[in-house]
């Protein structure tokens, strides 16, 4: 099992910036390909980013190209997602889950560790 800890959501006014982290804890941290996704009220989950375990390339969702940037730290088993230029359509709740199968790197299906998320909020 691996534990998955969300922080650093919050308010923010459009436009600007929040630095979401997600600690793992439990398993080898720099094994596994990791997420993030988003969630908003009434909508279904989303994928946002992902950065691979094998060589650290990153896949984004063409909504967030260009404003967001995964990246990771091994040595603390942390991943970050940096988002900057915040859009109130960026309200939801974040997470950032682990794959655990073969897939596609977006789909949610193939995560099989999820964190409790957190929410980020973004006034217009």
């Known amino acids: 099992q691996m534990q998955l800890v969300e922080s650093g959501g919050g308010l923010v006014q459009a436009g600007g910036s929040l630095r979401l982290s997600c600690v793992a804890s439990g398993q080898t941290f720099s094994s596994y390909t990791m997420g993030w996704f988003r969630q908003a009220p009434g909508k279904e989950r989303e994928f946002v980013l992902a950065i691979r375990w094998t060589d650290s390339s990153t896949y984004y969702a063409d909504s967030v190209k260009g404003r967001f940037t995964i990246s990771r730290d091994n040595a603390k088993n942390t991943v970050y997602l940096q988002m900057n230029s915040l859009k109130p359509e960026d309200t939801a709740v974040y997470y950032c889950?682990?794959?655990?199968?073969?897939?596609?790197?977006?789909?949610?299906?193939?995560?099989?560790?999820w964190g409790q998320g957190t929410q980020v909020t973004v006034s217009s």
């Open positions: 889950p682990a794959q655990t199968t073969v897939g596609g790197i977006s789909a949610a299906g193939t995560y099989g560790y």
